[in-house]
């Protein structure tokens, strides 16, 4: 783990880094025309089974999908249980049979790439590669297998057999940031936690390192410098997605050092911050599922979190496929606007989060969707 890092945000830096508009939404995207923000996501945790072995016949199957998992594997609570949501749903909804593939490594990655790919019993219309340690592997895997279709998710990978999905994850995490913000200048004793009076910090718990990564973290700056708290902020990476201790460890020491709320984008080391933040008494934010839901036992210290529709990503791509206009060669782009991202508060601290609290969030999605709020993707843009 390294060193937190502490960077304190101004109002005055607030209001000069968040002028100008945001990109257009990119065509091809996904939704249904609002803006994702601060609603309750409906979507649960059910067990993840595979498709291939859940009453299907993949003979008479409208179509056969191999989902080939990011690292941590299902029954994260997470970002891959959100991706088996979408598959779930093609199931039932399109009667497609689909097989699970779980690599423990990222050379397993290209194994399993390669292998399903040239698979002819049963020969897969789509391949659906979750997570961006993939892209690497599906660049030298695709073009081996020019009939093979495939889908990546989270990461852009320039092949004419590839449709490449990603998020503005930025976005959503700005809305958390936003909360965070707005949390730590208040005294606040609900659920299982509280704030430190006077303190006004907030923590980040990254997993790996890397350009995707660095953008949950430069929106939730960007957040908490727009609610205006002069609020500090302790940053730190764990370098893995499962490793739960190694996200308790840094969880704690932030808290240690007066943090009221923490927010992560690790995966399942974010299991860790869950730990911390309710052995501490303090609060905590989620990140790509709602994980007051997932996590139910930790909900009386989750005060929302940053869901990604990654399934709506996988489902999208199934349905596509199935109806014969994949559009592979592209990319599409999800983010508040598409609600491919967006701010769900917990099941249980989410009642009771003060209705001005709920406006000036509801007020900043608005102002991002409309492109009159500019979020940065660098946090080193955030000064």
């Known amino acids: 783990m390294t060193d937190a890092r502490t960077t304190t945000l101004s109002r005055r830096r607030a209001a000069l880094g968040l002028g100008g508009a945001v990109a257009g939404a990119l065509a091809g995207c996904l ?20 498709g291939a072995d859940a009453g299907q016949s993949v003979t008479d199957a409208a179509a056969t999908v191999g989902m080939i998992y990011a690292l941590g594997g299902l029954d994260d609570r997470s970002f891959n249980d959100a991706a088996n949501r979408g598959i779930q749903r093609a199931r039932l909804d399109r009667d497609v049979a689909f097989t699970n593939r779980e690599p423990s490594s990222v050379p397993g990655f290209e194994t399993a790439q390669a292998e399903l790919a040239a698979s002819t019993e049963p020969a897969y219309d789509l391949l659906c590669c979750i997570g961006f340690l993939q892209g690497d592997a599906l ?14 998710v989270d990461s852009v990978v320039d092949a004419d057999n590839v449709a490449s999905y990603v998020f503005r994850e930025h976005e959503g995490s700005f809305q958390a940031g ?3 913000g707005l949390v730590t200048d ?22 790996v390192e890397s350009p995707l990564i660095a953008k949950f973290e430069a929106g939730y700056l960007a957040g908490v410098a727009h609610a205006g708290a002069d609020a500090s902020v302790l940053r730190t990476y764990v370098g893995a997605f499962d490793d739960p201790e190694a996200g308790y460890d ?3 020491e932030m808290y240690e050092q007066g943090a009221d709320v923490v927010y992560h984008a690790a995966g399942g080391s974010g299991l860790g911050v869950f730990q911390a933040a309710q052995e501490y008494g303090r609060y905590a934010i989620g990140v790509d599922s709602d994980q007051s839901r997932s996590n139910p ?3 009386d210290v989750i005060l929302g979190s940053m869901v990604k529709r990654v399934g709506t990503a996988v489902y999208d791509a199934v349905e596509r496929t199935i109806e014969g206009d994949l559009d592979t060669g592209s990319t599409t782009a999800l983010g508040l606007a598409e609600d491919g991202v967006a701010l769900v508060y917990g099941t249980s601290l989410g009642p009771v989060i003060p209705d ?6 509801a007020e900043s999605g608005e102002r991002i969707v409309a492109g009159d709020l500019s979020v940065p993707t660098d946090p080193e843009a955030v000064n």
């Not at 660049?139 to 990546?152: M, Y």
């Not at 001005?356 to 969030?361: F, L, P, Q, S, Y």
């Open 356 to 361: 001005d609290v709920r406006d000036a969030i």
């Open 178 to 180: 936003h909360l965070a």
């Open 250 to 252: 840094a969880a704690a």
């Open 31 to 50: 939704g249904d025309g609002t803006t994702g923000t601060a609603s309750i996501d409906s979507g649960g945790d059910g067990p993840a089974t595979d």
């Open 139 to 152: 660049s030298s895997v695709a073009p081996e297998h020019p009939d093979q279709r495939f889908a990546i």
């Open 297 to 299: 036992r930790y909900a």
């Open 186 to 207: 208040r005294d606040i004793a609900v659920g299982g936690g509280d704030t430190v009076a006077d303190e006004r910090t907030v923590g980040f718990v990254g997993g």
